[in-house]
């Protein structure tokens, strides 16, 4: 979360938009395809566009330079671990050795985002996500992700992406747009024109049949396609009800998925023989996960179920626990039943402005002036209004800690008749942290177990720390079926602090 001003106007569509982005996602879960597919339309380009071929044409190395740096923007950086980084390298190159073109470059990036995500772009730029890797749990399933993501690259899907984005005059304005503007409207930028993988269903069908083929011919269990395929809709499902994080930045958001395409995988899995071929590699991979960082960063604080921590600016604030938090690099905004939206900001204000002056200079559409007031919150000075606009109705509560205010706006149709008890009960919920408070607040990690004697899933899950419906999480991380059990000895992921 940074601080900007902001307009009303975010907060509207932010509503309306909620609910049409889940009809969305759901579409996209829904597509359907053909049962089958021949295998003679997928062929790799003979001169596909990598690294080296891509330095040699100016106007495909611009448009590669000028991605890379709004795709770090946007995902949050790259995320360092050379431990982790040999692990992934160590795949791409033995997906390389036994591609169409061993000779071709692959710069693969692992991204500091807890979305699920990878994807690829021309030049050979591949990008896999902090959070993809949490979910996975063998070298297969990578080695299936990043050869689903190498076939878009031999197969000149990206170039082609790249050149229809030019003709929409986007890609010839990406440096200006970006380079011209303040760190905080980059990051709105990116997320209202950033377009990542969007490839059509058969670029998409194509990248599976070029993928299970070059991770099988590595060696790896081909199934595995198949069986990432089910953790990442079971993800899908469980996000859509926690609201963990951001869902356009994720790999169902931009890529086709259907029962009918992980049997498709399947099909194609079985070129190499019957369940079973292949190796997994799930030791090295454990290996190289341990200690990764889960969820939010530090820098941007921690949502810890429905309360918002931030030990760096020092303040928390909690939301009603129907309601589900998504805490962004643009602001920490909350969701709830009757199209209830809240949105919690700061900027920085001259002591000398009171904080009703500040409310009424103009950056509240709507305002209702009378309803201006001065309140006290946990011990700080704060200020509390009202406005209403196109049919809804607004409340306004800043508070000022140190040198810095802290805004929380509540948006909700006019109709609606609690906006002012959960406005009253967010407002003073906000607090300044102790220090012992902000020394308490720790990361969350991945942490690769040993299950001893005795171990069940549910004593397993209850050692989590950090996390809500923790059973359902365990059991997604570490692929369990509702129905599955553990064994002493078997290697499992849990997410501590520690």
Known sequence: MNRREVSYAFLRANARRLAALAFVVLLAGCESFPSSVEESNFQPSDKPVTVDTVTRNDRLAELARAQHPRILATYGGEYSDPKLERMVAKVVGSLTTVSNNPTQTYRITI???????????????????????????????????????????????????????????????????????TPTAKVALIRGKLRLAQFSRNQELEADAIGI???????????????????????????????????????????????QRIELARMHARQFGQPGTGA?????????????????????????GSTFLHPGLGISFSVPTNFVIDNSAAAVTATGPGDVAIRFDGVTLDRKVTLPDYIRSGWVTGLDAASVRTETINGNEAAIASARAEGWQFDITVIRVGGQV?????????????????????????????????????????????????????????????????????????????????????????????
């Open 280 to 304: 997994t590699d799930r030791d090295s991979f454990l290996a190289g996960i341990d200690g990764l960082l889960y969820g939010d960063t530090p820098e941007e604080g921690y949502v810890r």
């Open 406 to 498: 802290y805004r929380l706006l509540t948006a909700a149709p006019v109709a609606n008749t609690t906006i002012n008890v959960i406005a009253r009960s967010v407002g003073g919920s906000f607090k300044a942290l102790s220090a012992s408070e902000k020394a308490a607040l720790k990361p969350l990690h991945v942490r690769v177990i040993t299950v001893k004697a005795g171990d069940t899933a549910g004593t397993l899950s209850a050692k989590m720390v950090g996390v809500d419906r923790k059973l359902d999480l365990f059991r997604l991380l570490n692929a369990l079926s509702p129905v599955a059990s553990v064994s002493a000895g078997d290697k499992v992921k849990i997410i501590t602090d520690q």
């Open 213 to 259: 083929k070059t991770s099988g011919l590595a060696g790896y269990d081909p199934y595995a396609a198949a069986r990432f395929l089910q953790s990442m809709a079971d993800y899908s499902n469980f996000r859509s009800i926690s609201g963990a994080t951001d869902p356009s930045l994720d790999f169902l958001a931009s890529h086709p998925n259907a029962p």
């Open 111 to 181: 991204l500091n985002s807890p979305n699920v995500n990878a994807f690829a772009l021309p030049g050979g730029y591949l990008y896999v996500t902090r959070g993809l890797l949490a979910l996975a749990n063998d070298s297969a399933e990578l080695a299936a992700v990043i050869a689903h993501e190498m076939g878009h690259v031999t197969a000149n899907h990206g170039l082609a992406r790249q050149q229809k984005e030019a003709e929409e005059v986007l890609a010839t304005k990406v440096v200006s747009e970006v380079l011209g503007e």
